[in-house]
């Protein structure tokens, strides 16, 4: 299957601090979606992009798709406690089939 | 509540058993899959159905049956369970535009554990 590497594979950071994070794909996506997911729930999207260069905001997170088509980049700025979770890229060339990366976990030291 | 409901939300199998995992959804989507999550390894992708009538093969189809005969329900059948079938099971929906999937909405899960 098609393989989607995150970075960092974890963080810890202070309440306040801004935080970057990315995923890389050997192939070519037209759509790359970002997921958040708290312990013991389901995985819940936080931002979808569908054009190469797109950059869309959600509140304190902001993503971009990259100009390579095989790349998307994830920021949150002022972190807060309840950022706290794993994030998870996802992209697709079909439509049909998303690939997920192995996931970030973001630790927020109050 | 709108959203996807999976159950049950925990089940301890023996090897060699059968079950399936349930998955229902109350907003119209068309599109429907269920994916496994497990250490290290992000989730994979084991079936998927674009509507009522039509499945297909994810990523990790082996093991696992599935059918789709209403908008609402999409089960996930487990055979023979096998110890390498722990795992979490997630389910999710879409609505599809311009024949692609929008972005899922997954439900809450199912930890099942076989012994």
């Known amino acids: 299957g098609q393989q989607l590497n995150q970075s960092p594979q974890s963080m810890f950071i202070q309440e306040g601090e801004d935080v970057s994070m990315n995923c890389t794909s050997s192939?070519?996506?037209?759509?790359w979606l970002w997921y958040k997911q708290d312990p013991g729930e389901g995985p819940v999207l936080l931002i979808a992009?569908?054009?190469?260069?797109e950059l869309t905001s959600n509140g304190r997170l902001t993503a971009q798709f990259g100009i390579t088509r095989k790349d998307s980049f994830l920021n949150i700025s002022a972190s807060i406690p309840s950022d706290v979770g794993i994030y998870f890229c996802?992209?697709?060339?079909?439509?049909?089939?998303?690939?997920f990366g192995t996931g970030t976990s973001l630790t927020v030291i109050p | 509540n709108a959203g996807v409901t999976q159950t049950p939300k925990f089940q301890v199998l023996k090897t060699g058993q059968s079950m399936t995992l349930q998955c229902a959804q109350d907003?119209?989507?068309?599109?429907m899959s269920w994916y496994r999550q497990d250490p290290g390894m992000g989730l994979r992708l084991i079936h998927y159905?674009?509507?009522?009538?039509?499945?297909d093969q994810g990523e990790v189809p082996n093991g696992y049956n599935v059918s789709r005969s209403t908008t609402e329900d999409f089960p996930l059948r487990l055979l023979s369970a096998a110890p390498s079938q722990t795992s979490v099971y997630f389910c999710?929906?879409?609505?599809?535009?311009?024949?692609?999937?929008?972005?899922?909405?997954f439900g809450s899960g199912t930890r099942l554990t076989v012994v």
């Open positions: 192939s070519i996506f037209n759509t």
């Open positions: 159905s674009v509507g009522a009538g039509i499945t």
């Open positions: 996802a992209g697709s060339n079909t439509g049909n089939q998303f690939y």
């Open positions: 999710a929906s879409s609505p599809l535009q311009g024949g692609g999937v929008y972005g899922y909405t």
């Open positions: 907003m119209n989507h068309e599109y």
């Open positions: 992009l569908y054009k190469a260069g």
